[in-house]
């Protein structure tokens, strides 16, 4: 069983059938060097939604290109286009660097036990979420 199964988590985009195997959401990678090995026996219990706030940006790929520059230090797991295409750039097992410093029902340190999935969008309330 993957993360997004144990999750409960289905993906809305493009969906591939193979076989008799369930539906999996069509993924393009992108690989970020930027990730590391989670804490032994982090569990993944934690979605985290960002926008990536990129006025102009509606490419997942875009995004991708600069979460693949080591210099930039940042990544997520998996980036949302506006037309609903999405790119993994981080294996769901490691620990992206998408929440920085952070905190959340108590707990720091938020990228050891969660996924994080990046939004394109413009964040000036006036550029819509993809659907």
């Known amino acids: 069983m993957n993360t997004w199964q144990s999750l409960g988590f289905l993906l809305l985009g493009g969906f591939a059938v193979i076989g008799n195997e369930p539906l999996k959401p069509l993924v ?3 690989p ?3 990730y590391d090995d989670r ?3 982090a569990v993944i219990d934690t979605i985290v939604i ?3 706030e990129t006025p102009g940006i509606r490419s997942a790929r ?3 290109s600069h979460f693949a520059n080591p210099r930039s230090g940042v990544s997520a797991h998996f980036i949302i286009g506006k037309g609903g295409e999405i790119v ?8 992206a660097f998408h929440a920085g410093p952070s905190l959340f029902r108590g707990r720091s340190h938020v990228n050891d ?7 394109v969008n413009a964040q000036t ?3 819509p979420f993809t659907i």
């Open 113 to 119: 036990f969660s996924i994080g999935i990046e939004l």
């Open 125 to 127: 309330g006036r550029d």
């Open 39 to 41: 804490p032994a026996g």
């Open 32 to 34: 970020s060097p930027n």
């Open 50 to 52: 960002h926008d990536t």
């Open 28 to 30: 393009v990678w992108i």
């Open 62 to 64: 875009t995004i991708a």
């Open 88 to 95: 993994q750039c981080v294996d769901e097992a490691k620990r």
